[in-house]
């Protein structure tokens, strides 16, 4: 989601309930299998299934699901390989989407997405139509306990980051797409340890969603892809505001 309301806050406490749920192990894994296939099982070697293995260690992911993950990104426990897919779409009063995900079965996944956009008053697009809405980045989260914020926006931009946003939970730095890995393992270097790596797309123009109508629409259709088990990253151009927000909750 774009920009920084209320609906992170939602956002945050979906995720602690999400984790009880396992769900979060589910992209947890999805994470460490890509990157184990990506640039192989040795995470100090390969420094994005370093990254997605704290993260996972950071949710109490077993060390048997990592391991297991990492096997199954490497090909070591055969079966159906996995590849990288991104679906792009449209949601209610036009509201873009873009969903990143990781499948063993690529006809079950399109029918899938194409049930989900129809079932919530949206229609799946066609490759590029929505993608140039979003700029692609490269974004790095620090728990905010770990730095003071001054410190990191100097050690950041020197490292070649293009820009720092922090809030009470945390850092998170934006790169260009071709220097995350060279600022995360910057960071490093300093005695950081980032808990998530990974390339983002952020859009260009948000838009502001101020039907409570339309926002109970939009936001039911988020959790559905969101919630999706392939699913590993969601991007969309809406905000709504916290006046809305309230509405909603009420």
């Not at 426990?77 to 009063?93: C, H, M, S, T």
């Not at 989900?116 to 697009?125: D, H």
């Amino acid at each position: 989601m774009a920009g920084h309301n209320k609906w992170s806050k939602v956002k945050h406490i979906k995720a602690r309930v999400d984790a009880i749920k396992g769900r979060v192990f589910s992209k947890c894994s999805h994470e460490i299998a890509l990157a184990a296939r990506a640039g192989g099982g040795d995470p100090s070697a390969n420094a994005r299934l370093r990254s997605a293995i704290d993260n996972a260690k950071a949710c109490s992911m077993p060390k048997d699901n990592i391991d297991r993950a990492i096997k199954k990104g490497t090909g070591e426990l055969g079966g159906d390989v996995i590849q990288e897919v991104a679906y792009e779409g449209y949601g209610p009063a036009g509201i873009a989407f873009i969903v990143e995900m990781v499948t063993d079965n690529l006809n079950r996944s399109a029918a899938d997405m194409r049930s989900i956009f129809t079932k919530n008053a949206g229609s799946v697009a066609t490759q590029g139509s929505v993608s140039y809405q979003f700029e692609r980045k490269g974004e790095i989260h620090i728990p905010a306990a770990a730095i003071d914020e001054d410190r990191l926006i100097e050690m950041a931009i020197e490292a070649g980051a293009d820009d720092v946003q922090s809030d009470d939970d945390e850092h998170i730095i934006h790169t260009a797409p071709n220097e995350l890995g060279t600022v995360a393992n910057a960071l490093r270097a300093a005695g950081l340890k980032p808990v998530s790596e990974k390339h983002v797309s952020i859009s260009r123009n948000p838009s502001v969603v101020t039907d409570p109508v339309i926002a109970r629409q939009i936001l039911k259709l988020y959790d559905q892809l969101d919630d999706y088990p392939d699913t590993v990253n969601l991007f969309t151009n809406f905000e709504v505001s916290d006046d809305i927000l309230d509405q909603l909750d009420s």
